[in-house]
Every structure is written in structure tokens, then in C-alpha cells.
């Protein structure tokens, strides 16, 4: 059993990952699997950073769900459609080792280790370019009976607390269904019932949910089968500087439990920090929108300051900030936590659901509020003044409050009191009560509303063409028509909530090779050194053509990195290995 360890002094292994999101620990898995000794040691006392938080889907075109499922696109069609999405930063040759090798660490995964997957063979990718298609690019995890981790469930981060219910996290797709339907149907009343019980029994047993979804469920079959091949895992251990010997990274420093620890790796280390989304000198050097470093509101983990970069700088790599945007950016409401402080609220589902609308500070509508999350915020970014900070405003009428809910403010049954007295959740008996709360002005919200309710009765949008896309009916309410994204907003009382820029994690990183290998400023591998996740320069370029395009490319290149380290380095396409070992 490979439970948190406590030693101090020297160590010895032939990896060191530092960081225990799933791209490190893909990493780590995989090097051990070929027989690797593999340390992870974890900057803060839970594992898992923020794949632990994400909802725990994967894009990885041609996978073997799919390719059973019958969805067998041939390898021209990805290409084309991230041809279509990036421009000429398709040309990277990261992309390819990605396409490649994403469907065999899918199946590595399933085959050897803890790992069970699901598919996502009816999500579309982002937008209807030239080679995209409506679902089969997509895989996620199982959940997962948290028991198996024995001991070592107490150190695996618990899900982001302001999305979950009392700290149990909720499925996407059909259990989410389920819990919006609980009050419409008697199978869904059923399911949310058996659900709560069982999470009430888990918190008086446990002090936690044992089942867990999402992104937590990958991290947990992650950290069972790291714990099945003995891999090393330290927790409250952050790295505090590399070792180098003849220009070569052998090892790290790392502090543990308040003491120093040289940690010698003989075959390389990697960094997967988590990438810097609460580090405010480089926010302030990158983001246009937070030139100050503080108009940033991330929601991934605070601890992701920017760790591995440094460390990375300071060996010699160069971080890439040559992206279209730097950040995955998010849109985000701050939710009072009672102590003078705000949790970060990111705003992923209820957006395309009918009955909601976004207005900027005019009190216009600016975006297809159906549309995902990143190109949400960079509307909102085109919209707003240079020289003042971005907002804007989510707003919905009753009914679809009660039905959806509106961020942290739960739909029906929960009650709206806290919500509303924290200052969180605006509240008006009418529209231009609504107004005043919101310092927008009164005649401009209502002609708003009144232009998009005219549209939205006969189910179109002729401003932003919301529902038209299958991304966008997706995400909307399957049982609502004739389009499942639009309603008009017509019972009062009106409700909104303030909406800020924030992101799920950061684009830019270490500039890496094909086998995720750290290079300097000459383009050459710093030796003993690599990156993985968001400490690696994104693949995409700074755009966000699909869910999915962190964790997937995250994963598949832990899981080149951990080959390249036991000698099993990717191959070319089309020339398949001759060795017969397992992949």
C-alpha cells in the first residue's frame, strides 16, 4: 500500500513527478508500470490539484469507446477540424504524438490499471467547423467506490465545495438530469433520494462521499493504481528547487514536513504544478484583463501559483507565452465564504438553459450565452472598455431559478435566503427593481429582455443564433421546445448574479518537444527535464476547440513522458513496435 509517506533526509528513485493532478500522475503509472521507481510529491496536503475539481472529461479523438461504439472516424478528420480551430499553430508536431498516442493511453489505462472509462459519444465538440463532429471524441471516468483507497482517501481533494451538494459531486449528463428533474418526476425523486441517503450515510461513516464522479472519480481510480504499483506519494511536499549535476537535472529539493528533503531521480523529473492561475506577477505580465495581477478569479486551486514554471526557468527552459490567449478562460461568480474572503464559482451549466440571459454593463446582450465557457468570457473580453474591469450579469426569471438554479443559488427545493442576504443573488419584484440592484440602467434591461423575449416565445435567436449548434442544444434542457436553449423571461421575481473573469487553469507554460521534454531558449532539451499538464505550454495554442483539450492531451503526455523514461519512447505513425510488450 502506497499511503502518504513521512521520511526526510535523502532519497533515491528513478522519476520524481512533482505535482498529483492527472497528467503527473499519468506520468507516474505508467513509468511504474514498466518497472520504474516513481516518487509524487504534492505541494499541499490533498492530492490531486485540479483534475480533482475538473469534470473529469477527456478529449481524445479515435479512442477505442468510440471506435466500439462504431464511431470509427478515419485520422484525417481531427486533423481537419484543429486545421479549422488553430491556423497555422496546427503545424505543431506536439499535435500529432497527441492524436497518435491518445487512443493507446486510453486503452493502456483500461488495460492495465484502475482506470475505467465511460464515453462521451454524444458530445460535440465546441463549434461546427470543418471536421467536427457530434460526439465520439470525448471519454471520462467511471465513478468510483472511494473505500478502495483505504487510508489513502483522506488525502484526495475533496470536490470543489460551492458546485457540489454538501460536498458530493453530481455527474454530468444523466444523474445531473435526474437531479433537476427530482421534483417533476417519481424515477428522479427516486434516484436523488437513493443518492442523498448515501452520501448521509457516507458523511456519518466516512466524513466524505465514497462515491465519487467526475473528476474525482479519476483521480481516485488514478491514485488506486499508483497505490497498486507502489508509487510513492508525498503530500504537504513542495519542490523548492531542482538538482543539476553536469548540466543534467537529477533530483529536486523538496520540504516535507517542515524539513528538507534531496530527492535524487535517476532517470528525469517532471513538472506538473498545475500551471499559474493564482500567480499574480505573471497574471499581471499576460492577462490583458488583470493588469494588476488581482482581476483574475480563477477557480482552479489557489495553491497553483506557478511552481513548475519557476523551477522550470531556473533550470534553463523557456516558458512559451506565444499563445492566442494565455489562460482557459471561464466566467465566474464570487460566492461570500462568511470571512471576509469569496469562493469562485464557475458558471459551466446553467447558461444555455431557457429563461437565462447575459447582459454587460450596458444591459445588452453580448454573446450566444449557449455557447462554452471560453467563448463566453472572450466575448465579454471583446465587449469590455480597455480602461475598466469586466463584468457582467447572468439574469433569469423565476421559474428558471426555481428550475435550474443560478450559480451558487440552488434551484427548488433549496431556499434562496442566504443566497440573497449574502449579497450574492440580485433580487427584484420587477425588471427595473432588478436594474437598480444591478446599477444597470432600467430602459435599456427592459428593451433587453423584452427584444429577446419577442424571439425566444417562437424558439429562435436571430441576435446570436443560440440553440442553433449541437454544442448548444446539448447543453440545454432536452425537454424544453422547440429549442432547448431558449425561454423567455416573463415571471418575476428577476434574479442575477455578477459575473467576473476567471479560467479553469492556464494556457501558457514551459515550451516542451514531442516526448515532453522541457527546451531552453535554443530549442534544446534541458536534460533530465519535463513538463506535463498545465506546466506544459498548451498543444492548442491558446485556443479551446473542445471540451476535454486539457486533460486529454495531459494525460496522453504523462503517458509519453513515463515511456520515453523506461525507454519506450512514442512511435511513428504507421510503425507499429516489435518488442510485444505490453504499451
Known sequence: MSAPSTYHG????????VGSGAAGLAAAITAAHHGLRVIVAEKTAYLGGTSAWSGGWLWIPRNPLAVEAGIDEPASAPHRYLQSELG????????????????????????????EWIDGNRIPDFHESPG???GGRSVSAKPFD?????????????????????????ASGAEMAHFFNATRRPK??????????????????????????NGNALVGRLLKSAQDLHVRLLTDAPATGLIRQDGQVTGASVMHAGKPVNITARRGVVLATGGFPHDPARIAASFGHAPDGNGHFSAAPKTNTGDGLRLGEIAGGLVDMDLEQPGAWAPVSLVPDGRGG????PHLVERAKPGIIAVDASGRRFVNEADSYYDFMQALFARSCPDEPSHAWLICDHRAQRRYGLGWSKPFPFPLGRAVRSGYLKRGASLAELAVACDLPADRLAETVAAFNAS???????????????????????????????????RGPFYAVRIVPGSLGTFAGLKTDTAGRVLDAGGQPVPGLFAAGNDMASIMGGHYPSGGITL????????????????????????????????
Not at 535523502?10 to 513527478?17: F, G, I, K, P, T
Not at 483507497?149 to 460536498?167: A, E, F, H, N
Not at 469569496?342 to 464559482?345: E, K
Open 10 to 17: 535523502a532519497e533515491e528513485c528513478d522519476l520524481l513527478v
Open 88 to 115: 497555422n499553430r496546427a503545424a505543431d508536431p506536439r499535435l500529432e504524438v497527441f492524436l497518435e498516442n491518445g487512443p493507446q493511453m486510453v486503452r493502456f489505462f483500461r488495460d492495465h490499471t484502475a482506470v
Open 132 to 134: 467536427y463532429i457530434k
Open 146 to 170: 472511494a473505500r478502495q483507497l483505504g487510508q489513502l482517501i483522506d488525502k484526495l481533494r475533496p470536490p470543489l465545495g460551492v458546485i457540489s451538494l454538501w460536498g458530493m459531486g453530481i
Open 188 to 213: 428522479s425523486a427516486l434516484y436523488v433520494t437513493g443518492r442523498l441517503l448515501r452520501h448521509v450515510r457516507d458523511l456519518a461513516l466516512h466524513g466524505r462521499s465514497m462515491r465519487l464522479v
Open 342 to 345: 469569496f469562493h469562485h464559482f
Open 456 to 490: 425566444a416565445n417562437s424558439g429562435a435567436d436571430p441576435e446570436y443564433h443560440r440553440g442553433e449548434s449541437a454544442y448548444n442544444r446539448v447543453q440545454g434542457d432536452p425537454d424544453h421546445g422547440p429549442n432547448p436553449c431558449l425561454g423567455p423571461l416573463t
Open 552 to 583: 486529454g492531451p495531459g494525460m496522453t503526455f504523462g503517458y509519453v513522458i513515463g515511456r520515453t523514461l523506461a525507454g519506450h519512447p512514442p512511435q511513428p505513425r504507421d510503425t507499429p513496435e516489435t518488442t510485444g510488450e505490453a504499451p
